[in-house]
Nanobody, 127 residues
Framework: QVQLVESGGGLVQAGDSLRLSCAASGRTFDIYTMGWFRQAPGKEREFVAV????????YYTDSVKGRFTISKDNAKNTVSLQMNSLKPEDTAVYYC????????????????????WGQGTQVSVSS
């Protein structure tokens, strides 16, 4: 079992920045990949970014490349998402997720890889 707790969401204006954090506890030793996903009202949950816990390999969805940065702190079992130049279309509930699988599709954000999810944190960007 893994427990994930997100924090850092809020209401900001377009162009502003936010930093989300995800603290992992429990069976963290076996985690291979952690990622961020988001879900807007009426939309399907979509992949945002992933990071390999051991190697640090990173993959982003095209819509956030150049604006968002995912990072990790192994000692603290924490994954962060720095979000710059926020746009109204970034408005969503952001979820942290963890996977035990070591497969290429997981590094590319395939949702089927991710067994454990946080409760979500709301990010709202006004125009």
């Amino acid at each position: 079992q893994v427990q994930l707790v997100e924090s850092g969401g809020g209401l900001v204006q377009a162009g502003d920045s936010l930093r989300l954090s995800c603290a992992a506890s429990g069976r963290t030793f076996d985690i291979y990949t952690m990622g961020w996903f988001r879900q807007a009202p009426g939309k399907e949950r979509e992949f945002v970014a992933v990071i390999s816990w051991s190697s640090g390999s990173i993959y982003y969805t095209d819509s956030v490349k150049g604006r968002f940065t995912i990072s990790k702190d192994n000692a603290k079992n924490t994954v962060s998402l720095q979000m710059n130049s926020l746009k109204p279309e970034d408005t969503a509930v952001y979820y942290c997720a963890a996977s035990y699988l070591n497969r290429d599709k997981c590094l590319r954000g395939d949702r089927s890889c991710y067994y454990y999810w946080g409760q979500g944190t709301q990010v709202s960007v006004s125009s």
